[in-house]
């Protein structure tokens, strides 16, 4: 168990994991005539300062694992430790649900609390390359530009934790690699962890510090796989015959 910060947040482990699941069981519909079990015996850590990427089959269970750990969803045997609520995560969806009647930088702004909206935030805006759009609405903005702010609204919380669902999908190739390119930055600089949710396996190879595999339903660990190779020897030829290996050791999660 991690002790508690000065701001209330949880402490790292000796390990490096800002954050330990382990899902036991999790099922819909238990007192029901049909139930559906989503979870079993899932149990995983989010790393400091490391990209963990989640990778599993349509309707395996993930979504449902993110509603748990976000503190969504309590009713699971298990545990997520810290509490979702003191463990300092932020979330970027798929859809950036962005408010379309505020600017850029009002919607950034309204996710943090509200002792803490007048902060500056010029060096975010500028990481993000979001500075020349803070005024725009998000009608005026590319899928790629509403996720950056999506990321921004995410980053300006200063989480611990960092959870991606799916972040670069339905991007073109530059616009795709662009955002890869800001999250691995973030992690650099502030040194959080962050579990991203992804079907694309060379999307993960590419970016990732780790790989968690996971069955069909009911989701549980298949495997755990670390990436050693720094990210910037990581060729298209590397992460092929990666993809290649991984396939066929684990044909039922991804493709040959």
């Given amino acids: 168990m991690s002790d508690a910060g000065a701001d209330g947040r949880a402490v790292t482990g000796p390990d490096g994991a800002a954050l330990r699941v382990e899902i036991v069981r999790k099922v819909y519909g238990g007192t029901g005539p049909e139930p559906v ?15 963990t990427c989640l990778i599993g089959p349509s309707g395996a269970g993930k979504t449902t694992t993110l509603r748990i750990l ?63 759009w803070r005024g725009r609405y998000p009608g005026a903005l590319s899928l790629g530009m509403a996720r950056r702010v999506s990321l921004a609204r995410a980053l300006a919380q200063k989480p611990r934790i960092l959870i991606l669902d799916e972040p670069f999908v339905s991007l073109d190739d530059n616009a795709a690699a662009a955002l890869r390119g800001l999250v691995v930055a973030a992690v650099g600089t502030s040194g959080m962890g962050v579990l991203m949710v992804t ?58």
């Fill in 70 to 132: 976000l503190g969504l969803d309590p009713d699971y045997e298990g545990s997520v430790t810290p509490p979702p609520d003191e463990a300092g995560i932020a979330m970027a969806f798929q859809e950036p649900r962005l408010l379309p009647w505020r600017t850029v930088e009002q919607n950034v702004r309204l996710a943090l609390p509200r002792p803490a909206r007048g902060q500056n935030l010029d060096a975010l805006f500028e990481s993000l390359g979001l500075a020349p």
């Fill in 37 to 51: 079990e989503a979870v079993r015996g899932l149990a995983f850590t989010v790393t400091t300062g490391a990209i």
């Fill in 199 to 256: 079907h694309n396996v060379a999307e993960a190879l590419e970016i990732a510090d780790r790989l968690l595999l996971v069955s069909g339903r009911p989701a549980s660990l298949l495997g755990t796989i670390p990436l050693d190779r720094p990210r910037g020897q990581r060729d298209r030829a590397w992460i092929e015959a990666n993809r290649a290996s991984l396939a066929g050791r684990f044909p039922s999660v991804i493709a040959g």
